[in-house]
T-cell receptor, first 115, second 113 residues
Framework: GAGVSQSPSNKVTEKGKDVELRCDPI?????LYWYRQRLGQGLEFLIY????????KSGLPSDRFSAERTGESVSTLTIQRTQQEDSAVYLC?????????????FGPGTRLTVL | TQLLEQSPQFLSIQEGENLTVYCNSS?????LQWYRQEPGEGPVLLVT?????EVKKLKRLTFQFGDARKDSSLHITAAQPGDTGLYLC?????????????FGKGTLLTVNP
């Protein structure tokens, strides 16, 4: 079966431009996470969606970052007015329940480069 | 300050050798997971440990969760080139959100043929 997919796989943009990153889910998974992975760093939690509950946005680094998810379908992460420090790999992960023992299934990530 | 410290940061060994990587914290975790990430891909879950002192074996990999649930180790026996990758530990903090994992920076393992 298909795994979690993300698009684009690579994105190069100029400072100040907006970018939209997409995550396509595995059917039936209710929990969805976005992470940021900077070079040489661990994964940094950004946002969490669980079904129709209000998302946990506590990890978003600034108001330039936003994310949406409709039901249990596609999610998009939008970064407005990109800055060079936004350069990183952005990973989407899904889980069946969002519990502490849940298996998170990661997509391959989108590598964002801000020039 | 990194909540989960992984060591060593880099490890390069020859095929057939044994190795141990560590994940340490001053905080207590209700569960801890180990992932392996290969270049250009997302992390893949290897194991979840939830009980202090727990030991889990996955073929040549042995995972241990510390008695106090503050640390963990991953031991690989007779390493193979296919074990090459970034090993990440991730924990759910006790008293925190169950779904919010804290990740270490990882140990980059290279197994040379």
């Amino acid at each position: 079966g298909a795994g979690v997919s993300q698009s684009p796989s690579n994105k190069v943009t100029e400072k100040g431009k907006d970018v939209e990153l997409r995550c396509d889910p595995i059917s039936g998974h209710t929990a969805l996470y976005w992470y940021r992975q900077r070079l040489g760093q661990g994964l940094e939690f950004l946002i969490y969606f669980q079904g129709n509950s209000a998302p946990d946005k506590s990890g978003l680094p600034s108001d330039r970052f936003s994310a949406e998810r409709t039901g249990e379908s596609v999610s998009t992460l939008t970064i407005q007015r990109t800055q060079q420090e936004d350069s990183a790999v952005y990973l989407c992960a899904e889980g069946a329940s969002g519990s502490r023992t849940d298996t998170q299934y990661f997509g391959p990530g989108t590598r964002l480069t801000v020039l | 300050t990194q909540l989960l410290e992984q060591s060593p940061q880099f490890l390069s060994i020859q095929e057939g050798e044994n190795l141990t990587v560590y994940c340490n914290s001053s905080s207590v975790f209700s569960s801890l997971q180990w992932y392996r990430q290969e270049p250009g891909e997302g992390p893949v879950l290897l194991v979840t440990v939830v009980t202090g002192g727990e030991v889990k074996k996955l073929k040549r990999l042995t995972f241990q969760f510390g008695d106090a649930r503050k640390d963990s180790s991953l031991h690989i026996t007779a390493a193979q080139p296919g074990d090459t990758g970034l090993y990440l530990c991730a924990g759910a903090r006790s008293g925190g959100s169950n779904y919010k994992l804290t990740f270490g920076k990882g140990t980059l393992l290279t197994v040379n043929p």
